[in-house]
C-alpha cells in the first residue's frame, strides 16, 4: 500500500491539529483511555441489547451481527459542510430532471449527451415509468451520497445511491450513543443536530402524497421482513417517524387504492417508502413470484392514487455508468458546473478503456455496473496476482458489466485501537430529502471506517465500522 | 393497528407465558421425580403430555427419564414448544412488531432471548437446572415488569394480555387434564401419600402450593385444589381469573373500536360457565369431561379473536 503520509489526515495538519478537531483533542488528551475502552464496550453492549444489528448474506453461523462503532467522531467545520451540501443539492436536482427527462421527452439523449444505449439497454430502466411524472416530480425522495475526501478541499462522490440508501439509522444511533456517553463533548463543541431527520422524512414523504390526497397522508414503511439485512433500520424508521411498518401480506389494491390490513379493517395509504427493491413492487408487473410486494400496485401508481418512494425505476441515474455523466447532466439540466466533483472512471464498455483498465489492474478499483455492498469489485492494489488474473477473465467476458477507478488516496481519520488512536480511511453518506418544494440534508450522515489498517473498503458487509459525523455550528 | 402486528403481539406473549410454564413443569416434575413413593417415568410422561409436545417427543424418543425430557423441553429444536424455540419465536415476533413495543419491553425481550440463546446453547447438566430455570422464570418477570411499567393502555397492551391469559388458561387446563384422575374425590387413594405427591405436582406447575396454604381454609383435599384451580377468582393462573381476564380485555378493544365482538361473547360465555358453578357440579358432570370441553373452547377462542382482528390475510 501507499504510504501514510500520502494520505490527507482529518485531524492533524504536520504537527498541529486542524481547526474543527481542536477542542476534541484536547479532550481527549485529558481521557485515560482505558476508561475510553471501556465506554467502547459498553456501547456495544448497548447496541447488542437493543438490536442495533444487521443480517450478512452468506453467512450461516452469524446470523446478526453488529456494526463496529469507533467512539471518535469525524468532524466536519462549518464550511466544509457548505460546500458540500450546496454540491449534494445540485446533484440532487440534476439526477431528479434526468430522470424526469429520461421518461418523458428524452431531450437529453437526442442532445447526445448521454449515449441512448447506456439508457436503453440498462436493466433499471423502467418502460413502465414512460410519460408518466410522479406526484411533485419527485422520483428520488432520499438519496444517500456517498462522497470521500483526498485533501483540505477535493472532495469526490462516489455513487449517487438514488434507490433505496441505508445507513440512516447508524448516523442517529450513533450520535444518540455519543450523546450518552460523553454529554460533555457536547457541551464543548456546537454540534449540529441530526435528530430532526425521521420528522423532516416524514413531512418530506407527507408532502409528495397524490394530489388527490385530503387530510393528512397516511406514509408507511414497506420491509421484505424480519430477514432482511436492514430490518433493523425498516423498523427504526417507522418508528421514529410513528408510521406502520408493513410487508407485502399486509397490503392489497382496494377500490383503486393501496390500503393496509388493520386491526379495524383495510385502510388506505397514500404514500409508500419502500425498501425493496424495483424488481419485487409488483409480481403483475415486474418479477411474478415475488412475495414482497403487491399485485397491481404499479396500476395505482399510474393512476396516480400512491406515492412510491423512491419512484420505480430511479436506479437507471445511480448506475455506475451513467455516474460518470453526471457532472454533464448537471450542467444540461442546471447550466451550472458541478460542484462536487466525479473520480474519474473508465468504461470497460469501450475497448480502449477496457484495455487500459486490464493494462492497469493492479493499481484500479473496478466494480460491477449494477454492484452495490462492497460485493463483486476488485480493489487492486489490495489484491493477489492471483485474484487480479481471475477477475481480468471475468471483465473480458463481460466488459460493459464493469468500470474502473483509480484508487483514491482517501482521508483518515483516527479510530480507538488497543494502542491508542490511529489513521483509518474513511467515507462520508450524508442524506438527502427531497420533497416537491425543497431538498433538505441532514448536517452529517453516516461516516464509514475501513476498521483495518491501509483497507479502503468501508463497507459494513466487509468488516467496516461507523462513527459519528459532526457539523459544527461555526 | 396492523392486523399481523396485533397477531404478533398475541403470539409474542403466548410464547413469552409458555415459556414461563414449561419451566414450571419441568420443576415439578424434579420435585416429583424425587419422591420415592412414585414412578418417575409415568411422571415425565405425564409433563410431556401435558406441555402439548406428545407427538414431537414420540417422534424422536421412546420412553421418559429427567435427561431426555428436560432436554427436549428446553433446549430441542426439533420441539416447537422448547423452550429455545418458544423464546426465539417470541423474538421473532418482538422483532416484527417493534414499533408497537416500548424500548423496555423490547430490550427486555431481546434481552431475554441473548440469554437464554446462550444459556440453552449446550446440554444442560442436572445440577445446573435449578439456576436454567430461576433464569427463564426472571425472564419472564422482568418482560412482563417492562410491559406493566411502560406500555400504553390501548389496543396493543389488550393484544398481549390475551395472548398472555388464553396461554395459561389453556395451560392450566391442560395441567388439571393430565392429573384429573388425582383429583376424583371417589379415588380410592383419597388421603394417601400417593395423592398428596399428586396434588403437590399440580399445584407445583401453577406455582400455587403455598398460596393454597393461606387462601384455602378447608385443607387438603381434592375438592378444595379443583376448586382453587378451576373456580377460584384470586388466583392468577386459576380458569376463573384468565377468563375474567379475556372478557375485560376484549371488552376494552370492543370499546375502543365501538363494536362488540364475536371473540367477547364467546370469552363471556366462557367466564359465565365457570360463574355459575361450584365445584360439585363440575364433578357431577364429569371433571375430564368438563375439561375437555373447556379446552375445546379455549381453542376456538383463540381462533375467533385472530379472525375478528384480522391477524392473517
Redesign the interface.
Known amino acids: 500500500m501507499t504510504n501514510k503520509k500520502d494520505h490527507f489526515s482529518e485531524m492533524t495538519a504536520g504537527d498541529t491539529v486542524r481547526a474543527p478537531y481542536q477542542r476534541y483533542q484536547s479532550w481527549f488528551a485529558q481521557q485515560d483511555v482505558a476508561r475510553l475502552a471501556k465506554k467502547a464496550n459498553e456501547a456495544e453492549a448497548f447496541f ?4 442495533i444489528t444487521f443480517n450478512v448474506y452468506g453467512q450461516d453461523d452469524a446470523e446478526e451481527r453488529l456494526i463496529p462503532f469507533d467512539l471518535v467522531p469525524r468532524i466536519l467545520s462549518n464550511s466544509e459542510w457548505t460546500k458540500l451540501s450546496r454540491g449534494i443539492e445540485q446533484r440532487v436536482r440534476g439526477i431528479n430532471a434526468f430522470l424526469h427527462d429520461i421518461y418523458n421527452r428524452q431531450e437529453i439523449l437526442r442532445a447526445g449527451v448521454v449515449p441512448v444505449e447506456l439508457v436503453a439497454n440498462n436493466d433499471a430502466f423502467l418502460p413502465q415509468m414512460m410519460d408518466f411524472t410522479p406526484a411533485g416530480g419527485v422520483y428520488t425522495h432520499i438519496v444517500g451520497t456517498d462522497i470521500v475526501r483526498t485533501g483540505e478541499d477535493e472532495f469526490y462522490v462516489l455513487e449517487d445511491n438514488a434507490r433505496t440508501p441505508s445507513g440512516v439509522s447508524y448516523m442517529l444511533e450513533n450520535r444518540e450513543t455519543m450523546l450518552q456517553m460523553f454529554p460533555e463533548l457536547f457541551s464543548q463543541n456546537r454540534v449540529q443536530r441530526v435528530s430532526d431527520y425521521p420528522k423532516n422524512l416524514r413531512k418530506s414523504l407527507e408532502a409528495s402524497a397524490p394530489a388527490g390526497c385530503t387530510g393528512r397522508p397516511c406514509v408507511v414503511v414497506l420491509t421484505p ?2 430477514h432482511n439485512s436492514a ?1 433493523f433500520e425498516h ?1 427504526f424508521l ?2 421514529q417517524m410513528g408510521v ?4 407485502g ?2 397490503l ?1 389494491v382496494v377500490d383503486g387504492h393501496l390500503a ?6 383495510y385502510k388506505v395509504i397514500d404514500v409508500i417508502y419502500r425498501r425493496i427493491d424495483d424488481e419485487y413492487l409488483d409480481p403483475l408487473t415486474f418479477n411474478p413470484n415475488s412475495m414482497l410486494g403487491v399485485p397491481g400496485i404499479m396500476d395505482v401508481y399510474r393512476a396516480g392514487n400512491i406515492t412510491i418512494a423512491n419512484a420505480p425505476g430511479t436506479g437507471v441515474a445511480d448506475d455506475k455508468a451513467i455516474y460518470s455523466y453526471v457532472p454533464d447532466i448537471i450542467e444540461f439540466y442546471t447550466g451550472e458546473k458541478a460542484i462536487l466533483k466525479n473520480v474519474e472512471t473508465f468504461r470497460c464498455s469501450k475497448a480502449d478503456q477496457l484495455q487500459y483498465v486490464l493494462d492497469n489492474l493492479a493499481d484500479l478499483v473496478v466494480k460491477e455496473v449494477h454492484g452495490s455492498g462492497g460485493y463483486g469489485m476488485l480493489v487492486g492494489p489490495a489484491a493477489s496476482k492471483k485474484e487480479i488474473a481471475d477477475f481480468a477473465e471475468k471483465l473480458k467476458a463481460k466488459p460493459s458489466n464493469y468500470i474502473a477507478q483509480p484508487t483514491l488516496s482517501l482521508s483518515t481519520v483516527p479510530v480507538m485501537t488497543e494502542s491508542g488512536l490511529a489513521p483509518r480511511h474513511v467515507d462520508l453518506r450524508p442524506f438527502a430529502l427531497v420533497s416537491p418544494n425543497s431538498i433538505n440534508i441532514v448536517p452529517g450522515g453516516l461516516t464509514r471506517v475501513a476498521l483495518t489498517e491501509g483497507s479502503l473498503v468501508v463497507n459494513s458487509s466487509q468488516g467496516g465500522g461507523t462513527k459519528d459525523t459532526w457539523v459544527l455550528e461555526s | 393497528m396492523l392486523g399481523k402486528n396485533a397477531g404478533g403481539l398475541f403470539w409474542m406473549f403466548r410464547y413469552l407465558e409458555r415459556a414461563g410454564n414449561t419451566a414450571r413443569l419441568i420443576e415439578a416434575g424434579f420435585r416429583i421425580a424425587l419422591t420415592r413413593s412414585t414412578n418417575p417415568a409415568s411422571e415425565w410422561k405425564s409433563v410431556i403430555a401435558t406441555s402439548a409436545s406428545q407427538k414431537y417427543y414420540d417422534a424422536k424418543y421412546d420412553g421418559y427419564d429427567s435427561a431426555r425430557v428436560t432436554d427436549f423441553l428446553l433446549r430441542d429444536p426439533d420441539n416447537p414448544n422448547s423452550v429455545l424455540s418458544v423464546i426465539r419465536f417470541a423474538r421473532d415476533n418482538a422483532r416484527m412488531v417493534r414499533t408497537g413495543l416500548t424500548t423496555e419491553v423490547w430490550s427486555a425481550v431481546n434481552e431475554t432471548w441473548m440469554l437464554l440463546n446462550d444459556v440453552l446453547k449446550e446440554p444442560i447438566p442436572e445440577t445446573d437446572i435449578p439456576e436454567v430455570l430461576a433464569a427463564i422464570r426472571q425472564q419472564s418477570a422482568l418482560v412482563r415488569g417492562a410491559l406493566h411499567g411502560t406500555m400504553l393502555r390501548n389496543d396493543i397492551y389488550d393484544f398481549c394480555r390475551l395472548g398472555t391469559f388464553i396461554e395459561r388458561m389453556d395451560s392450566t387446563a391442560r395441567i388439571i387434564d393430565v392429573k384429573y384422575y388425582a383429583l376424583l374425590p371417589a379415588t380410592s387413594f383419597v388421603g394417601s401419600s400417593m395423592d398428596n405427591v399428586q396434588w403437590e405436582m399440580i399445584l407445583r406447575s401453577v406455582s400455587a402450593h403455598a398460596s393454597f396454604r393461606w387462601a384455602v381454609d378447608g385443607g387438603y383435599n381434592a375438592p378444595n385444589i379443583a376448586n382453587f384451580l378451576i373456580l377460584d377468582k384470586r388466583l392468577p393462573r386459576s380458569l376463573a381469573f384468565c377468563a375474567s381476564q379475556m372478557v375485560e380485555n376484549l371488552e376494552y378493544l370492543s370499546d375502543d373500536y365501538g363494536e362488540r365482538s364475536q371473540s367477547l361473547v364467546m370469552a363471556e360465555e366462557l367466564s359465565k360457565c365457570l360463574k355459575s358453578r361450584d365445584i360439585s357440579m363440575i364433578f357431577d358432570e364429569g371433571l375430564h369431561e368438563f375439561l375437555t370441553g373447556f379446552i375445546a373452547d379455549t381453542t376456538n377462542l383463540g381462533l375467533q379473536i385472530e379472525k375478528d382482528y384480522r391477524f392473517n390475510a
Open positions: 447488542r441489547r437493543t438490536g421482513g424480519i430490518y423498523s417507522a418508528d406502520e411498518l408493513v410487508e401480506h399486509d392489497r393496509m390490513r388493520t386491526t379495524r379493517g
